[in-house]
Structures are given as C-alpha cells and as structure tokens.
C-alpha cells in the first residue's frame, strides 16, 4: 500500500517524541510493579474512558469516511471501533479477576487432544451473554506441538499479572489506517498482556481518532503507559530507531515491515537479507494481511443455504469499502460443481445491489485498475465498483494470487479435479502453496461433510497454514470476538514475513497458539448484523455497545429486538 497523506494533523516534533519516551521509560518501570488490582482499575478506567467517547468515535470515523447518516455502513464503525475496543477490555478484565481468585482464566470449555494437537474452546465466553448473542457459532484454538493442559499458559499469566521480574520496556505501535479498533487494541495487546508502556503512532489515515484515543484512554497517558504521536514514514522511522524503544509492532503492508526491517532501498533489502544483517535489531511483531481465499467445498445446498453463504462472502467483500486484510480476494470453486455458476451469479447479483462506497484509502483508484484490469469510473463521488472476476488462471494473472489488493476486487478460480475429495486436496494446497499471506482462509462446507466423522475435513483444517480458519463463516468476525489469538500462522520469518509474526487480543493469555477455527452452521436466524444485505444493522450495533457498555440483562432484550428486524 502506498504510504498515506497526512490528513490535517501536524508530525509530532522531535521534542515531543524525546519527551514522550522518557515518560514512558517511568510509565513501564511502574506497569510491572502494579498489583491484579491497580491493572483491574485501569480496565475499568479505559471502559468508562471508550464508554464517553464511543458517538464521537464513531461520527468521526463516518465522517472521514463519507458514510452518511442512515447508512448501514455506519454499523461497521460501530462494530469495529468502540464496541471491539470494550469486548477486548470487558473480556480481558474478567481474566485478570479469573486470575486473583482461581490463579488462572477460567475457559469456556474443556481443552482436549486430537492428532496430537490441544484444542482449546476460546468462544462463545462465558461473560457478554455470547451464548445468547452469537449462537451457535464456536471456536477454538489449536494450540502449537509440545502445548499441554498443563503449560497452556506458559508464562503469560506472570506476565498479564506483574509477578515477573524482567524489567520494564517501551514498545512502539505503527497504528493501522483502516479498522479504527486496530491501533487502540493493539496498543492494549502490548500494553496490559505483554508488560510495554507504548508509544502508539497514529496513521496518517484516521489521525483524526488520536485526540478521542487520548480523552478515552487519558488514564493510560497519566500513568506515563501510553503516548500517541503523529507522523508519516519520517516519524515512523524515527520511532523505530530511538534507543529507548524496545521493540515495535506494525500492522499495516509487508512492503512497510520490510522497509523497516532490511532497508529503504531493494538492492539494500536483498543485501541485508542475503547476508542476515536486519537493519532493525529490535524484536519486531506484526500483522500485514492476506490474499484471504474463500473454498467452497462441493455438494447438494439447499436454496436458503446457497443464498446465505452468498451473503455471507458478499459481507467479507464489502465491509469497510473492503479496505480490510481479511477481506475475501480469491474464491476457490470445484470447475465440475453443478452449483457453481448458480452461487457465483448469486454473489454478482448482491453485490451488485449494494451501494459502491466511498473509496477513501490512498492508492485506491490504482490498484483497482491493476487488479480489476480496467479503467475505474471517473466520478466526483471517488466511488469504486464491486468487481467479482471469474475463472482466473493462477498463470496468466497471478498477482491476483500473489498480493493482496486491499480494494473492491475479488478474483474466482475454479480447479479441475475428478472427485470432490481429489479437489479438496487440491484447493488446500493452492491455498497454502500459491496464496499470498497466512492471517486467514474460509470454507463453506456442506451438512453431510460436516456431520461425517472427524477425517478428510478436519485433516485439511489441520493442513491449512492460517491463523485464523472460518468454517461458513467470514474469519474477520474472529478479530471482532477478542478471546480467539489473532495473528498469522507461526513459522514466518523476518526474511519472509507473510502476514506477520506474533498474535494479538487472545483475552485467555494461551501460549504458543497455531490457529483458530471458528465454525457457524450454513444458515443463521437471525441475520448477523455484519451482512452488507442486514435491514438495520446500526440499530443492532448501537444496542450492542449499550450492553457492553455496562453489562446487563435489562440491556440484553432491545438487542436481540433490533436484531430481528434484520
């Protein structure tokens, strides 16, 4: 992605980011000393902190994004922003009183051993009323080799609770431009989970959050653990390289964690790599997005079926103008599926009844021509249309494959296969072997498959090499949920990060985890509030953040009947 303009803010001067380090070298000799307790009351300061600042949140965000009033889009900045910030501190707090009162996060369910592999239930939570609110999806999270029952923790729990001993350190967040909720959860990741103070910069993108992040997180900023700072690539540069600073999380491209890591230049990355001489020495974690398949697994849907996995793709396309890392790039269909055409015409018709949106991410208009491979529209309204192209050849366009588009583009590939179980095999490889990126893949998988006994589809889920796994459903809602461990397939290198290293939110602290399957059945009732195609989805939302705001059963009934007008 192309480095962003600035939008109105001035760069915080040189001054002020010496100044701001110093501060927080004092703020993470104080974090690590803080008691279960004094952490607790700082949860609580945050939620009431979000809590006041949630509409004007939310208004700026629509604001800079040209989402009118009254648009269903509005829901997204709802979702994504204030709500996903108080479910990952709700959540979070309710693990830290887990802790003082039975010495660890009380888990949804049992963990057990498959394939020689720990599974552990991380959704739906016990706390929020999530049983009521997203049945019947579930996830659990499949924990790496040589985890057990009895070191699903490791050190975290010391970590989260400030009986380690290590000493304090700063850490410096390069904010997300896109999802408002990214740099703020982030920054909590880093901050109460990991032990950093964090010297958070905003992107140039939504810097217009900076002073409602500084008003609803200002008991952070008081106790010397956070200080926000704005900039471009300058300032960014300059973060990375002060010696105070520790370490550094990036959420953004691959092409910007190179840039830092081995170098400005190509010939001096390629030098750097050659030889193993990072430019940044630093312990670096991050999250740089995916091509995100989508494979649709071959059999007798019924029509409600079909139409509402349709919906279903069509939401991951289209949320936040489908400027998001795990929005849907590729769908893998079986060439000899007797539906094919039938779901792919159905995917075109929805997408075409939704409203194109404001194209608001530098670069946009460019990269759409590239990758839709046609001139975009030349209107004042700077709007791009959803564009599903079929059958691409891996050969003949493979940048389609091979980088993410990070615009309203979606490619379909279809694989010759003579057995549906032949094409399975098949398409799991191509999504590991030629898609770009290991954050997240989805399957649409049909009844029968499912209710057979655990074998070919619980191998391939074993054999795809993501972070994050959606069976029938869009692997993003798991960014939303908080509990699930959020991140890339571990294994990456600095040489060749893919979608990053390191994991964020995992609210129940699990210890080396390898990836999350989050599964729902082929229909839902009522519609989830997250479709592009949901009647009133902002009603829902904002009735949602009321709940979470304070959690209570007298909020919980005008949630679920906003959220059967959908």
């Not at 399975?424 to 290991?438: I, P, Q, V, Y």
């Not at 090499?465 to 600095?494: C, D, E, H």
Request: with cysteine; proline share 7%.
């Amino acid at each position: 992605m192309s480095q962003p303009t600035t939008m109105g803010a001035p760069s915080s001067s040189t001054a002020e980011i010496e100044a701001a380090a110093v501060a927080l070298q004092r703020g993470a000799d104080r974090l690590r000393k803080l008691s279960l307790a004094q952490r607790r009351k700082l949860l609580d300061d945050c939620i009431a902190g979000v809590t006041s600042q949630s509409h004007a949140w939310v208004e700026r965000a629509c604001t800079a994004k040209s989402i009118p009033a009254g648009h269903p889009a509005r829901a997204e900045e709802i979702m994504t922003g204030p709500l996903s910030a108080l479910r990952y501190l709700h959540l979070l707090d309710h693990s830290l009183l887990e802790i003082e009162r039975y010495g660890q996060p009380r888990l949804p369910g049992r963990p057990y051993q498959r394939n020689g592999r720990l599974r552990v239930p991380v959704f739906p939570t016990p706390h929020l009323y999530d049983r009521l609110l997203f049945r019947p999806m579930r996830a659990e999270t499949w924990m790496q080799a040589g985890v057990s029952a009895q070191n699903l923790f490791g050190s975290n729990i010391e970590r989260v609770s400030g009986s380690g001993r290590s000493a304090g350190k700063i850490i410096a967040v390069l904010g997300a431009g896109n999802v408002s909720s990214i740099p703020i959860t982030d920054t909590l990741s880093k901050l109460f989970q990991d032990g950093q103070s964090v010297l958070l910069k905003m992107n140039p993108v939504n810097e217009y959050l900076g002073p409602i992040f500084e008003q609803a997180f200002a008991a952070l900023i008081q106790q010397d653990l956070l200080r926000i700072v704005y900039g471009g690539a300058m300032v960014g540069t300059q973060l990375v390289q002060l010696s105070e600073v520790d370490a550094v999380h990036i959420t953004g491209s691959d092409k910007t964690h190179d840039a830092i890591v081995w170098g400005s230049t190509a010939a001096e990355r390629q030098s750097r790599k050659r030889t193993g001489d990072p430019l940044l020495k630093k312990q670096i974690t991050s999250e740089l997005g995916n091509v995100s398949p989508w494979i649709i697994l071959p059999g007798k849907y019924s029509t409600r079926q079909l139409y509402f996995q349709a919906e279903n793709i069509v939401a991951s396309i289209a949320n936040n103008a489908s400027f998001n890392c795990i929005a849907t790039k590729m769908l893998i269909t079986w060439q000899r599926w007797p539906q094919r055409k039938q779901f792919l015409d159905q995917i075109e018709s929805i997408l075409t009844g939704i409203e194109p949106r404001s194209a608001y991410y530098p670069g946009a208009a460019q990269r759409y021509a590239r990758f839709a491979g046609m001139t975009p529209p030349q209107t004042s309204s700077n709007r791009l249309p959803w564009t599903l192209l079929r059958d691409i050849d891996p050969r003949r366009q493979p940048h389609l494959f091979n980088e993410e588009s990070f615009v309203c583009v979606c490619g379909e590939t279809a694989i010759q296969a003579d057995t549906a179980e032949t094409y399975l095999s098949r398409a799991t490889t191509l999504a590991n072997d030629r898609m770009w990126g290991t954050l997240a893949v989805a399957l649409t998988v049909p009844r029968d498959l499912q209710r057979r006994p655990a074998g070919q589809l619980d191998k391939a889920l074993g054999q795809l090499r993501y972070g994050t796994i959606g069976v029938n459903q869009w692997p993003g809602v798991a960014f939303a949920l908080m509990s699930p461990p959020w991140g890339g397939f571990p294994g990456t290198t600095l040489e060749d990060v893919q979608s990053g290293i390191g994991t964020v939110h995992n609210t129940y602290l699990l210890n080396r985890p390898e990836k999350t399957v989050l599964s729902s059945p082929l229909t839902m009732s009522p519609k989830p509030m997250w479709f592009s195609t949901h009647r009133a989805p902002e009603a829902v939302a904002w009735r949602l953040l009321e709940l979470y705001q304070k959690p209570s059963l007298w909020r919980l009934p005008p949630v679920l009947v906003a959220a059967l007008r959908g």
